[in-house]
């Protein structure tokens, strides 16, 4: 079992920045991918950014240049730094692990606001 705790979620101005932060613990050894999601209301949830265990990364084109996915394995703890936000970016965020034999486990989420 894999065990996410997101943090760093809130309220902030148009243009401002916040740093997410994803703390796992459990079996997360060999783990395929972490990533963030969001979900505004009314939405599906979409991939934002994610990062394989080798450290490439892959971002959705509506944040590339804004945001950056990291990871500190000594820490097992991945961020998402969002910058120049916006207020589309508004949304609930998910953290989501792939483990090695590719189950999905998701955090209980971040609210993130962006005010115009």
């Known amino acids: 079992q894999v065990q996410l705790v997101e943090s760093g979620g809130g309220l902030v101005q148009a243009g401002g920045s916040l740093r997410l932060s994803c703390v796992a613990s459990g079996s997360t050894f060999g783990f395929k991918t972490m990533g963030w999601y969001r979900q505004a209301p009314g939405n599906q949830r979409e991939l934002v950014a994610s990062i394989r265990n080798g450290g490439s990364t892959n971002y959705a084109d509506f944040v590339k240049g804004r945001f950056a996915i990291s990871r500190d394995s000594a820490k097992n703890t991945v961020y998402l730094q969002m910058n120049s936000l916006k207020p589309e970016d508004t949304a609930d965020y998910y953290c989501?692990?792939?483990?090695?034999?590719?189950?999905?486990?998701w955090g209980q989420g971040t609210q993130v606001t962006v005010s115009s």
């Open positions: 989501q692990l792939m483990d090695r034999s590719y189950f999905t486990f």
